[in-house]
């Protein structure tokens, strides 16, 4: 019977292809690329000549009967994009469903994927995720959408390309408030590999002279039972000092900054020492 595997292959660093992957790219009969020029390259590397179709976001719907066809003759396939695992915003979901409807089996052949990659190194996945990947390009759109996400209490994963990513902070932090902590990998295993957290109203002057390469955000959930009476700024403020100085010294400064209240910054201060 044929079988259709569904292979993540490296998003920067060559190493960090498995064994397993390499086996089953030279085992199977036919490899699904949605960029043949890329993953010729990949194959080519590790001396890899097994043969190489196209399947892209244009083409998979009329790719993937070519390929049914293909493991109705008995054919092993494996489905790669251009990095990471398909169907995680690239090519792969149209496929898989249509091998799954011919009643073929779909062998999950796991690896690097860059959403995975950034949130395990954020420190904002312990209450949960949610991957989004890629939002609207028009800010008006991507608004709406940060606007149904912003109550939700788990981090929110999401890719941007380089040309939006100071736009998309822009909008977040309109939407989500200066406060709400964000998490930015920028090149993830690439050599110009770059990771920063910070408050959502610090971000925009970071990614001023970064504006190359892709990017993972994680941005913090919403928190739940926030203390009443403290304003958004004076939660930045706070934020900002207490990666400098102890609970009670932030609190005294956010509280001569921003005339709030001493004892209700200290209570935040005590729940969020923790999170910064």
């Not at 390309?161 to 998490?183: Q, Y």
């Not at 739940?224 to 400098?244: Q, T, V």
Request: glycine share 8%.
């Amino acid at each position: 019977m044929g079988e259709l595997y569904v292979v993540a292959t490296p998003i920067g660093n060559l190493g960090d292809i498995t064994l397993r992957a390499l086996e089953i790219l030279k085992g199977v009969d036919v490899v699904a690329a949605e960029d043949t020029r890329t993953s010729a390259g990949l194959l080519r590397h590790f001396g890899i000549s097994t043969r190489l179709v196209s399947l892209h976001q244009h083409n998979e719907r009329q790719k993937s009967e070519a390929i049914v066809t293909l493991l109705r003759e008995g054919k092993k396939v494996a489905i790669v994009t251009d990095a990471g695992t398909p169907g995680i915003s690239d090519p792969g979901d149209i496929l898989v469903e249509r091998v799954r409807e011919a009643g073929f089996r779909v062998v999950p052949v796991p690896g690097a994927c860059a959403a995975i990659a950034a949130l395990s190194v954020s420190g904002l996945a312990g209450n949960g995720f949610l991957f989004k990947g890629f939002l609207p390009a028009k800010s008006s759109q991507r608004k709406r959408e940060l606007e149904a996400l912003k109550e939700i209490s788990f981090s929110l994963v999401f890719y941007e390309a380089p040309h939006r990513v100071m736009e998309f902070a822009r909008d977040l932090t309109e939407v989500f408030g200066e406060s709400r902590r964000v998490f930015f990998a920028r090149e993830i295993t690439k050599l110009h590999e770059e990771i920063h957290r910070c408050m959502a109203g610090e971000s925009i002057p970071w990614l001023e002279s970064r504006q190359r390469g892709e990017y993972v955000i994680v941005a913090e959930g919403a928190q739940l039972e926030p203390p009443s009476g403290i304003s958004e700024e004076a939660k930045r403020i706070l934020g900002i000092l207490l990666r400098h100085m102890p609970v009670s010294q932030a609190a005294k400064a956010a509280a001569e900054i921003s005339g709030e209240k001493r004892g209700e910054l200290y209570d935040f201060a005590l729940k969020s020492t923790n999170r910064l």
